[in-house]
């Protein structure tokens, strides 16, 4: 099943009306790309949980190992969108968004495939939905796939400090709090603020697309909200590990999103804040080999004043 019809899928929907006495239906869409193994781990938690209405999307971004095809005969309850070719996060989930919404889903959560999720983790999210008046999106609490420790509660965003977000190291409140945006690994999206404001922004191929809606969100007196009981845990990749590949994406990211919600006075602290930053990583990188990372950091900045296509991921990794 391929999904081509996705900014238009968002625009055309109605505001939505929900039965508070009961529970809407809830579309989880799941983007994967040659990842087998922890998707099943995902796919497998998710048939414990307690939530009385949901439907899993898988949305495949055009693998070509061998995994699709088993997850289509191993989990035949799930739905499925197939992407010819690796369209990027933000697009790839799009299809998924997209086909949920055509399919009269109240509700869409984007939820990574290397996630495993508890038993009662959907509810607490449906309830701060339903809550709280204008809310756009609502995310959890993400724990460490390993140690089950806190890695972020929502993050506080500072876009004029290299674009860089904070994480809140534990719940700031025990009910809903509002939060600057929720990570896109687990995010509850409310269909009439994608009616209006549209889906991910997919000139972010890796990253920052939950930025980007939060922010446009938030400019446009939606909320975005972390529900504390809500948890999963998350195989996190830490700045540490930071790859040639996603090195190339962060750069990019940044530069987008000031160019897309900045001013052009604002994007001049925006600017130095990053050269400044920059100027450290490529001095780290020199002492400790990553030669690679300041080649497509470099060409992150390049593309992107340019508003070249993205590059290939071997072409950035080889």
């Not at 919404?101 to 495993?116: F, P, Q, R, W």
């Not at 191929?205 to 845990?233: C, H, Q, Y």
Request: net charge negative; with cysteine; hydrophobic share 35%.
């Amino acid at each position: 099943m391929t999904n081509s019809s996705i900014a238009g899928s968002a625009s055309d929907q109605s505001k939505t009306k929900i039965d508070p006495h009961r529970a809407p239906s809830v579309a989880i869409v799941i983007l994967t790309w040659e990842n087998y193994e922890e998707i099943t781990k995902c796919l497998d938690s998710i048939q414990s949980i307690t939530y009385p209405d949901y439907r899993v999307i898988v949305v495949d971004n055009g693998s070509k190992d061998g995994s699709i095809e088993r997850l289509q005969s191993e989990y035949s309850w799930c739905e499925f969108v197939l992407n010819e070719e690796n369209k990027g996060f933000a697009k790839g989930n799009n299809a998924g968004i997209s086909y949920a919404l055509d399919t009269e889903a109240e509700y869409v959560l984007l939820l990574n495939d290397d996630t495993i999720v508890t038993q009662d983790f959907l509810q607490p999210l449906v309830n701060a939905m339903q809550t709280y008046d204008n809310v756009a999106a609502v995310g959890g609490v993400n724990l460490h796939a390993d140690s089950g420790e806190v890695h972020n509660a929502g993050y506080a965003f500072h876009p004029w400090i290299a674009a860089k977000g904070e994480l809140y190291r534990k719940p700031k409140e025990s009910e809903p709090y509002s939060v600057d945006y929720v990570q896109s690994c687990l995010i509850l999206l409310n269909p009439d603020f994608l009616a209006e404001h549209g889906l991910l922004n997919e000139n972010y191929f890796l990253g920052m697309e939950d930025v980007d809606l939060a922010w446009k969100a938030r400019e446009n007196g939606w909320k975005v909200l972390t529900a504390p009981d809500s948890r999963i845990r998350h195989h996190v990749g830490e700045t540490s590990t930071r790859s040639p590949f996603s090195s190339y994406h962060k750069m990019r990211n940044k530069l987008q999103f000031g160019a897309e919600n900045l001013s052009l006075p604002c994007r001049m602290p925006l600017y130095l804040t990053i050269m400044a930053d920059t100027v450290y990583l490529v001095l780290l990188w020199s002492v400790t080999g990553g030669f690679d990372k300041i080649r497509t950091t470099m060409l992150g900045a390049y593309d992107h004043f340019r508003d070249a296509e993205f590059r290939d991921y071997n072409e950035l990794t080889n």
